[in-house]
């Protein structure tokens, strides 16, 4: 399909990259791309003039750690569930995610290629979906979910689960990783340490042997893909980042000695700070089993030092939110979250371009010419106050994704 042309006049443009501004300038679409980033607009190549005079142009946000079908905080729920009910969960969630100007998620646990190509067809409306498959769990990992009392076999828990596959030992891992890959997902998760929302694993316990994890480094290296591990504590962190685990997700307990190795490893973290306030929330409000309040804790009190330690130290971090179930409509607080360590540029680096390298799609993030024409106005400056992005969407006039128009309000 064709789009028309349109053309942003007078625009204050954060291109993802840079810490400052480039003023009074015109940002040409045609049909899906960006065609152009000039001083002055060509009328006879204008096609659709829009004045954005006084607002803010950037490029559509990236969430890098979300869980599409998470219908519910009890992760057994979502497995037990009927796939129409998750399926709706999915559709209201995306729904959200682009409201809040999000045109691009990559899910890693849960998503498959049903979701992401009813967006793409244009069945539901969300952004696209990049995922992971199904994660990879050890017996009495995190990606294990049963309670101490079950006695349904791993294979009767997992083995046409949603979320997690459960397998053991270097062979079985390669083969998880393989049918993953074969289902079409974008890279491999697996889960290197204890978690919150699972019942038997303290969060200190490193998980997976060396020989599992570069099992699945192979596999995903084969098809030129990637892995990314949940991680909390520093000897998970160090682990991953020594084994070739690309993307570190959480790293919430990370030290210095562990920021050294994922420095020198090259390899991104995607801390998820929101998810962390608002399980604190639901503590309170006791939704949470009480199994689970202690995990919290500990990590709680530790993920904004964390991320000081990640900003400090000039590693790649990425920018995620983790939300599950009722708690999906907090995912723009994450900027608001961040904000109490990090400076507004580098989060915003983290929503676009970082995001965007972690997802190895040089097309996206970025205002530049033969980029996708993925743009937000915002009626605000995210640099001087990064709180108009977690207002809903309600400070945003247009949110186009693909050369589409989501929003139009100016």
Not at 18 to 34: A, G, K, Q
Not at 175 to 188: K, M, N, S, V, Y
Not at 320 to 344: C, K, N, P, W, Y
Not at 381 to 398: E, M, T
Request: charged share 25%; glycine share 8%; aromatic share 4%.
């Amino acid at each position: 399909m064709t789009l028309p042309r349109t053309s942003f006049i007078n625009a204050k443009i954060f291109d993802g990259i840079r810490s400052e501004y480039l003023d009074e300038s015109v940002v040409v679409v045609d049909n899906d791309c960006i065609a152009a980033v000039e001083r002055k607009l060509d009328p006879a190549n204008a096609g659709d003039v829009i004045d954005v005079h006084g607002k803010t142009l950037m490029p559509g946000l990236i969430d890098a750690h979300c869980h599409v079908l998470g219908s519910s905080l009890r992760v057994t729920d979502t497995e037990m569930q009927p796939l129409t009910y998750v399926a709706s969960y999915a559709s209201k969630m995306l729904g959200h995610a682009l409201d809040c100007g999000f045109t691009t998620l990559r899910d890693v646990g849960g998503g498959e290629i049903g979701i992401a190509r009813a967006v793409e067809d244009r069945l539901i409306k969300g952004p696209r979906v990049f995922f992971a498959g199904r994660v990879l769990s050890m017996t009495g990992g995190h990606g294990d979910f049963r309670d101490p009392f079950s006695t349904i076999g791993a294979c009767g828990c997992s083995a046409d689960g949603r979320v997690a596959v459960i397998c053991d030992g270097p062979d079985a891992v390669r083969a998880a990783a393989r049918e993953e890959l074969r289902r079409g997902a974008h890279c491999i998760k697996i889960m290197l340490s204890g978690g919150v929302l699972s019942p038997t694993d303290p969060i200190w316990m490193d998980q997976f042997s060396d020989a599992e994890v570069s099992a699945a480094v192979e596999e995903a290296a084969r098809r030129r893909k990637y892995v990314a591990a949940h991680c909390h504590p520093p000897s998970s962190i160090e682990r991953a980042a020594k084994l070739g685990v690309r993307t570190i997700e959480h790293a919430t307990l990370i030290d210095e000695t562990s920021a050294a190795a994922v420095k020198a490893a090259d390899a991104y973290v995607v801390p998820t700070t929101v998810i962390v306030r608002a399980l604190l929330e639901d503590v309170k409000s006791g939704l949470m089993p009480a199994w689970a309040e202690p995990k919290l804790k500990e990590v709680s009190d530790s993920s904004l030092r964390g991320l000081e330690i990640m900003d400090r130290r000039d590693l790649k971090i990425g920018f995620g939110t983790d939300l599950l179930g009722h708690l999906h409509t907090h995912q723009d607080r994450e900027f608001t979250v961040r904000r109490e360590v990090q400076s507004a540029a580098n989060i915003l680096r983290s929503a676009t371009s970082v995001n965007a390298e972690i997802l190895m799609e040089p097309k996206l993030g970025k205002i530049q010419p033969r980029c996708c024409a993925d743009i937000l106005i915002v009626d605000g400056d995210p640099l001087r106050d990064i709180n108009v992005l977690a207002q809903g969407g309600r400070n945003l006039s247009v949110i186009m994704k693909g050369g589409q128009f989501h929003k139009r309000s100016t």
